[in-house]
């Protein structure tokens, strides 16, 4: 009867598990259909202004008068890292840090060696896993839940007016891109300097356009607008992919679960079958031996 009531417990503890991740994938579903509407309306408008830039930085010829185009030696970097603020989403955390220490240690090794390397941590997985490594420069856990655009706006404006200023030489962004519900892309993006039309390159956009007052000033008007839009398009590609890795890791973790019922309802019947025979079996010889 031992083996019966353990089993009997486990059961009742795995039921427990399978109706909470069940209820979580059923919330991180919900929470990924709008992720992925907002991802999805976004990013048209993001990859037009991407390719204006690119139209008007090939018009503007010379890029000595745009500061935020000067490609310069990167001895002061900073890491813009966007993972979660919470776990049970698989590996979606873990490679984000995973690909930050590579990226520290062998892209970056003699600028962190000289400790101009810094990190700006979006999320609490990121932070508690990297802050005691490396010197973290801003760290935004709100965000996640509530993906204001005016808070993005300040993150930018730090990060460009430290490039303005030569405290910042290059930035990088690491996050997850969104492709579908089941799938994420590892991506280490160019944040800064801007990388415009290079010599010998053509433009995306064919047509000629008369650009008034001159390509140069629009650039200026519009670069801060491009840059806090970029910013903003990879913290909901990372909402969106979160979501998506939760959701999937959850179908999986209720699928395990009911896979370890079936088999220990199995052994629970087995067990109470060869329970009832051996009960049956000792009523039999009792009944035998008064017989006799």
């Given at each position: 009867?031992?083996n019966?009531?353990?089993?009997r417990t486990?059961?009742s503890?795995i ?10 994938k059923l919330?991180?579903a ?5 992720a992925?509407t ?8 993001s990859?037009?202004?991407t390719?204006?830039?690119?139209n008007?930085s090939?018009?503007a ?9 000067e490609?310069r030696?990167p ?23 995973k690909t ?5 240690e062998?892209?970056y090794?003699?600028?962190?060696a000289?400790g101009n390397?810094?990190l700006?941590c979006?999320?609490?997985k ?13 760290h ?8 204001e655009f ?6 930018c404006d730090?990060?460009?007016q ?20 089941a799938?994420q ?29 001159s ?18 398009k990879?913290l909901?590609?990372?909402i969106a992919s979160?979501h ?7 179908t999986k ?6 896979e370890?019922l079936?088999?220990?309802r199995l ?6 079958q ?7 079996i ?11």
């Amino acid at each position: 009867m031992g083996n019966l009531k353990e089993i009997r417990t486990r059961i009742s503890s795995i039921e427990s598990t399978q109706k909470i991740t069940s209820s979580m994938k059923l919330v991180s579903a919900a929470k990924l259909r709008r992720a992925q509407t907002a991802i999805q309306y976004l990013r048209p408008y993001s990859e037009k202004l991407t390719e204006i830039l690119h139209n008007l930085s090939a018009s503007a010829g010379s890029m000595e008068e745009m500061p935020l185009f000067e490609q310069r030696t990167p001895e002061k970097v900073v890491i813009v890292v966007i993972t979660s603020n919470k776990g049970l989403c698989g590996a979606f955390n873990a490679n984000i840090i995973k690909t930050v220490n590579h990226l520290v240690e062998e892209q970056y090794a003699a600028q962190h060696a000289a400790g101009n390397v810094k990190l700006v941590c979006i999320g609490k997985k990121g932070y508690e896993q990297l802050h005691a490594h490396y010197p973290v420069m801003e760290h935004n856990d709100d965000l996640l839940d509530t993906p204001e655009f005016t808070t993005i706006a300040s993150i930018c404006d730090q990060l460009t007016q430290g490039f303005l200023k030569h405290e910042i030489d290059k930035v990088d962004i690491v996050y997850n891109q969104f492709l579908n519900a089941a799938t994420q892309r590892l991506t280490v993006e160019g944040f800064l300097p801007i990388s415009g039309i290079e010599d010998g390159e053509q433009s995306p956009i064919t047509q000629d356009y008369i650009i008034e007052p001159s390509p140069e000033e629009v650039l200026t008007e519009l670069i801060p607008k491009i840059l806090k839009n970029q910013l903003y398009k990879t913290l909901c590609d990372s909402i969106a992919s979160e979501h998506g890795a939760r959701m999937i890791s959850m179908t999986k973790a209720t699928d395990n679960a009911t896979e370890i019922l079936r088999d220990l309802r199995l052994k629970y019947n087995n067990a109470r079958q060869s329970s009832i025979t051996n009960e049956l079996i000792e009523i039999v010889s009792g009944a035998e031996a008064l017989k006799g």
